[in-house]
């Protein structure tokens, strides 16, 4: 039976990712309040945040300075854009705080609203740059099978799953996508992970040289791919990929929207992967979600292209209403001034060896396949046989099942393709709450073992 605004919610929203039929008669989980990691509902019941909602509010809930610099700058000037040479301090300060950051040598931001619109923007300036350097052939742009980068048209094309391509006409024209790096489902029996990155590398190369090298503009990958399974790429993989980049003058978009702002333990998930992109794009995490915003960090001969482009065409024509957002660049200059001075990095690191014991222990579990981690975000691959590593029915659902326990159990976790359940918890989340969110984890998947029993399912 639906409460009022569960019945309310389900005759006007349309939710995203969301199977719509099961919907209508489960009603959606309405969040009220949350502080620190835990999150309530409107009944009051409280849940561990697993999934820093979407792998996002980094700082957790309730950061009452975060809540003062987007009221103090609502109050100053809630909105201008930057549009024909307007600009305002929160823009600039944050665009030099992102620039001192970077990983690599980064020379100018565009900001924008989200991830989609980073990534968006990063193919849309690949070909701007590719037809001002006189190159107008060199456009297509290779991904991964499960990458996921976004769902507009363009970044929609380059995420690497069927369900975000079935029905929408997806992929566009002149995006490939290569083999994803996934060393459980795809090596050879024997092969290591050295080996096997120099497979993909050569995968990659092949698909160059059958498409032409003369036309492929540039190559996009996240350095831990999060909502295709958290795959985290075998040893020397960004390397030997890189390689085969520079050979073909492929340009390397590194997207960093997950891993971006310490997942991984260092300011950019790159820094961790021994990985050099040429352009990123960063979100969620830049505000720990306290406002939209997201930013392509553009390098220097990106930008004198640019400027070269736009000197023809007598503007650079292209710009969101609120890129640069005031009162959300504001929100974002103070998170990243939190992360500084909290050091949250180096308090990451410092968590990282407890959340990998939890996780690998969870491989003990009849049910896991793999536990993949990387800094602080895991990927629990559910597995009906361990030994073959062969999967349930997907209709089944049994990762989704496993969220649906791990929802009663007052642990709010994820279930993405592959069958595979998503850990990760805000940076800010405590030891003793690390355990909490594992030792609930493992409940579920304890009544995941006994419902799939009493099913005969197993
Ligand atoms: N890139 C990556 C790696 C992501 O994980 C996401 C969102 N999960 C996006 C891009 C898209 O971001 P948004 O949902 O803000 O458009």
């Known amino acids: 039976m639906l409460t009022n605004m569960q019945a309310r919610d389900v005759e006007t929203l349309v939710h995203p990712y969301t199977n ?25 019941k409280a849940y561990l945040e ?20 987007a009221s103090e700058q609502m109050r100053k000037l809630p909105f201008t854009h930057i549009f024909g040479g307007k600009s305002h301090d929160p823009a600039i300060e944050l665009a030099e705080k992102l620039k001192e950051m970077a990983p690599v040598p980064i020379s100018k931001v565009f900001f924008t609203c989200s991830g989609s619109e980073a990534n968006d923007t990063q193919m849309k300036l690949v070909w701007y740059m590719n037809n001002a350097l006189g190159r107008p052939r060199k456009k297509k742009i290779i991904s991964r099978m499960r990458a996921y980068h976004g769902v507009t048209i363009a970044s929609a094309s380059l995420t690497g799953l069927a ?18 790096p996934h060393y459980y489902r795809l090596a050879e029996p024997g092969e290591s992970e050295e080996d096997f ?36 790429p075998p040893k020397t993989y960004f390397p030997k990929i890189e390689a085969v980049l520079k050979k073909y003058d492929v ?26 992109p040429n352009a990123i794009s960063v979100a969620k995490a ?25 000197r023809k065409l007598g503007s650079f024509g292209h710009g969101f209403t609120y890129s640069g957002h005031p009162v959300a660049a504001a929100v974002a200059l103070k998170t990243l001034e939190i992360y500084e001075r909290e050091s949250i990095f180096e308090r990451v690191r410092a968590k990282i060896p407890q959340f990998a014991a939890r996780c690998a222990a969870l491989e003990d579990h009849p049910l896991v396949g793999e536990a993949r981690q990387a800094g602080l975000v895991a990927g629990i691959e559910i597995v009906a046989d361990k030994k073959t590593r062969h999967q349930f029915d997907p209709k089944l659902g049994f990762a989704a099942k496993v969220v649906a326990f791990a929802q009663d159990e007052g ?33 579920a998947l304890d009544r995941t073992l006994d419902w799939a029993t009493r099913e005969h399912l197993l």
Not at 419 to 427: M, R, S
């Open 411 to 443: 642990l709010i976790v994820r279930s993405v393709f592959g069958d595979a359940v998503t850990i990760c918890p805000p940076l800010v989340i405590s030891p003793a709450e690390i355990d909490e969110l594992f030792d609930r984890l493992t409940r």
């Open 163 to 180: 369900g975000n391509h079935n029905d929408f006409d997806l992929p566009i024209a002149g995006v490939r996508h290569t083999t994803a």
């Open 50 to 69: 697993g999934m820093a909602g979407l792998w996002c509010t980094a700082l957790g809930y309730g950061n009452e300075e975060l809540v003062e610099a």
């Open 20 to 44: 719509l039929e099961a919907i209508r008669s489960t009603g959606p989980l309405i969040l009220e309040r949350g502080q620190g990691v835990w999150l309530h509902d409107s009944d009051g």
């Open 197 to 232: 990155a120099t497979r993909l590398a050569a995968d990659l190369e092949a698909l160059i040289l059958a498409e032409g090298p003369e036309t492929v503009a540039a190559f996009i990958a996240e350095p831990v791919m999060g909502a295709g399974g958290v795959i985290v």
């Open 251 to 276: 340009f390397f978009i590194g997207d960093e929207v997950i891993c971006g702002f310490g997942r991984l333990g260092t300011p950019f998930g790159c820094q961790a992967l021994d990985m050099k």
């Open 286 to 310: 830049l505000s720990s979600a306290y406002q939209p915003i997201g930013a392509v960090m553009i390098p220097e001969e990106m930008y004198q292209a640019m400027l070269e482009e736009s």
